[in-house]
């Protein structure tokens, strides 16, 4: 279609059309367009022919629109492309202003090389060695600009030139120093010279072998005269006169800030180098003269030599950094991190032992650990394979510390009673402990390594006999313990015998025994710590004194022991006399029976004095409270078994004298003391159960046995513990015949439950069950009495 009707209407194009518009939208358009449409439809207003006039001259714009756009982009790249060209222009003008740059100031550090390098050698002929310093630093710098231009005859040139010069400097600088301190003269000049102090300056510039050569000459000579004097030969090469190699030093030290100090540089510390080299020439010719002449080494020669050496290495840690020593001498250690245990401290001095010796205590508050010595160890590492000497000293003197202690002990005797809260322990232990402390330090600051192995060896074999002869050997003993102290044979007498009750100065002697074997176990573990923090981590493994410390839990649990013995046994006449009462005698419920005062009698007698002797160890004193009713309830209930036949007057006396004696032991651990604290919850429920155990017993006795099936099944319900031996016990009590007792027993036997389930269910009764119904009224009579009285 030609866009064109048969009228020849010019028909509407269609070409703006896209294929996205609607299709209804082009049906329509194209209607109006084809000459069907207008020969059909001649009547459509005028209106219609404006609208395409306007849709034209819009299709005219928009096909301006798109022509400008297309000149915009051409005159945008025209444009590009011309600032490209300017731009492309300024890039050359910078690289060359750069190369020019560059260029001149190669050609400037070529001229100022070359003129160096000519200098440089003026002045190395001449000996201007001052401003051959501050030149050939110049000429170094310079010189780094030319390395990428090395391939250059001339650069290259130069390069060799000042390395010749350098080589130059360098052995022209030795001779000097060699001339100015010969290795082999008769004497030194009397100062140093400029010359020398400016050819240091030139040194520190040179190859660094220069400067340790230098160093090395110069130490060897100041040292040539230490070596003539103290030759292995002469009197005061020996350790009776080290002080004088020390006083040497100094004074030499001294002669050099005075002659030398201000010619070598102050950042080559040769004061503290000459004083290294010394303690290093020291330590060789030390160790060979006692190799020598190790026959003659005495303790007191050893210590007095450590001493002064040790005392020399503090003098040079306070006056120098020790940023000289190599990794081949020695190393400055870490700092440690900081540890909690009581018995660091730092070395004690006089006064801080004789304040430990009194107070008997090593754990003092530290202070602050100073900072490592770098320079320990420097002169004093030869002592070490000559510490065997000083081992066997301290073997020999614990060992007579250990004698006198004991000489001492037998001499003063026992301890006085102490009447001030608070137990008190020997005063041999602190003695102990304080001298234990100033071996390992002592020891420590020689070595950490095999020697305070051996040292620790010692500290065990001497804990065990303080325990042993000390401790141990001091307990007191029974006429029946001939063999030794053996605590399954003391206090065991046969019945209704006199009791030999220990006396009071002998109750205050196992307290102090026992209070001491406390401390020494405390004290033994926080040495066994301190010795692992001194020695070397690899050894760590092979300080254990746990067994040392299980042989003074063996002497408290020995004292606990002899103080319950002795108490139980004091207690035994008065269980012996109540088991032979005739109870079936016995017409009315009076007061406590004359055995129970007995009991309580002894008990107010010991437990104030132990109490107030083990003051300072609570826990102990609770151990005996525990002890003495694990031993004394299960004694009184075999006694109570004893007592037959009861009547049923007795059965009521035997309960009133048992709840008095369970009120006592309930208090026991307060008994007598104007302080009333609550007993501990472990040692009441020991007290309660086995106590209540005996009142369940006598509640049983006092029941009528019949009706039998009522009588057993209150047995049942009463004791938790309930068997067949236990029950004919308590026949036995109430006096019955066998042939009585055989049937009780054959329906206890049919109305115990199994074995399993019977521990359960009889576990699940309570102590204190009421009364049963079936229970006589003077029971109930009894109860109320009992509580009246009390």
């Known amino acids: 279609m030609d866009g064109k009707g048969e009228n020849g209407f010019q028909c509407p194009s269609m070409s703006f059309l896209h294929k996205s518009h609607s299709p209804i939208l082009v049906l329509f358009i194209w209607l109006l367009g084809s000459p069907l449409t207008y020969q059909r439809t001649s009547l459509i207003p005028l209106m219609f022919v404006s609208s395409w006039k306007a849709l034209e001259e819009a299709q005219k714009a928009i096909q301006q629109l798109f022509g400008k756009i297309k000149d915009i982009k051409d005159k945008a790249e025209k444009s590009e492309q011309m600032v490209k060209e300017i731009t492309r222009d300024i890039k050359q003008l910078d690289h060359a202003k750069r190369h020019l740059t560059t260029s001149i100031t190669t050609l400037n550090h070529l001229h100022m090389l070359a003129g160096g390098v000519d200098s440089l050698e003026a002045m190395t002929r001449r000996r201007q060695y001052g401003e051959v310093a501050n030149l050939l630093q110049g000429v170094m710098n310079v010189l780094e600009h030319f390395h990428k231009y090395m391939g250059i005859p001339q650069i290259r040139q130069l390069s060799e030139r000042v390395k010749a010069a350098q080589t130059e400097l360098g052995q022209q600088i030795l001779a000097d120093f060699e001339e100015a301190f010969p290795s082999q003269g008769t004497k030194r000049p009397g100062g140093p010279s400029n010359v020398l102090r400016d050819a240091c300056l030139v040194a520190n510039i040179l190859d660094p072998r220069i400067k340790q050569e230098i160093i090395k000459k110069f130490i060897k000579q100041h040292l040539s005269e230490y070596l003539v004097l103290f030759q292995e030969n002469q009197d005061v090469a020996w350790l009776d006169k080290i002080d004088r190699r020390y006083a040497w030093i100094k004074r030499q030290l001294v002669d050099y800030e005075e002659k030398y100090g201000r010619m070598f540089p102050r950042e080559w510390c040769m004061a503290e180098r000459i004083a290294v080299e010394f303690c290093h020439v020291t330590r060789a010719e030390l160790a060979k003269i006692m190799r020598t002449r190790a026959k003659e080494i005495e303790v007191k020669l050893l210590l007095f030599a450590i001493q002064r050496t040790t005392n020399f290495e503090g003098f040079l840690a306070k006056r120098f950094s020790g940023c000289t020593l190599t990794d081949g001498t020695l190393k400055k250690l870490e700092s440690p991190p900081p540890s909690t245990n009581p018995f660091l401290e730092d070395e004690p001095t006089p006064e801080m032992e004789e304040l430990a010796t009194e107070k008997g205590d090593l754990d003092q508050p530290k202070k602050p650990k100073a900072p490592d010595n770098p320079f320990h160890g420097i002169v004093s590492k030869c002592f070490e394979p000559h510490l065997y000497v000083y081992i066997e000293s301290q073997d020999k003197n614990l060992g007579e510390l250990i004698d006198r202690f004991v000489a001492d002990f037998k001499a003063q005797g026992p301890p006085k009673p102490n009447t001030d809260e608070g137990g008190a322990v020997l005063p041999s232990c602190a003695d102990l402990f304080v001298y234990y402390k100033k071996c390992m330090v002592q020891c420590s600051q020689l070595s950490t390594g095999e020697p305070m192995i051996a040292l620790t060896t010692i500290f065990q074999k001497y804990l065990r006999e303080y325990a042993w002869k000390i401790l141990s050997g001091n307990l007191p003993k029974t006429t029946t313990s001939s063999g030794g102290l053996t605590i399954s044979s003391l206090l065991k007498e046969k019945e209704g015998s006199e009791v030999a009750k220990f006396t009071l100065e002998e109750l205050c002697l196992i307290c102090n025994i026992l209070s001491t074997a406390e401390y020494c176990l405390a004290t033994t573990q926080q040495l066994e710590e301190k010795l ?48 032979k009462m005739q109870w079936q005698n016995v017409e009315h419920v009076g007061d406590q029976s004359p055995y129970v005062t007995s009991v309580i009698l002894h008990i107010k007698q010991n437990v104030p004095i132990i109490r107030d002797n083990l003051a300072s160890t609570r826990k102990y004193f609770t151990q005996f409270c525990v002890k003495f009713a694990n031993s004394f309830i299960p004694k009184f209930i075999t006694h109570l078994f004893k007592c037959k036949p009861i009547s049923m007057v007795g059965a009521e006396q035997l309960l009133l004298d048992t709840h008095s004696l369970k009120m006592v032991l309930l208090d026991l651990p307060s008994i007598s003391s104007q302080v009333v604290r609550k007993a501990p919850a472990s040692y009441t429920k020991i007290v309660v159960k086995g ?47 066998r042939s009585e007792q055989s049937s009780m027993l054959e329906l206890l036997r049919q109305r115990l439950p199994a074995p399993p389930s019977g521990a359960e269910s009889s576990g699940s009764l309570s102590l204190t069950a009421p009364t049963p119904e079936q229970e006589s009224s003077r029971i109930r009579k009894l109860e109320k009495l009992i509580k009246k009285r009390l």
């Open 691 to 737: 106590m209540t155990r005996a009142e369940m017993i006598l509640k049983v006795v006092m029941a009528p046995h019949e009706p039998l099936v009522v009588f057993v099944d209150n047995y049942i319900k009463l004791l938790t513990d309930c068997n067949t031996e236990t029950f004919q016990k308590i026949l036995d009590m109430k006096g019955l015949k």
């Open 532 to 579: 692992k923090e001194k020695v070397d981590v690899s050894l760590i493994e092979r300080i254990n004194l746990t067994g040392e410390m299980d042989t003074f839990s063996t002497v408290i649990s020995s004292s606990i022991q002899l103080l319950v013995q002795d108490l139980d046994a004091a207690c035994d006449p008065a269980l012996t006399a109540m088991s």
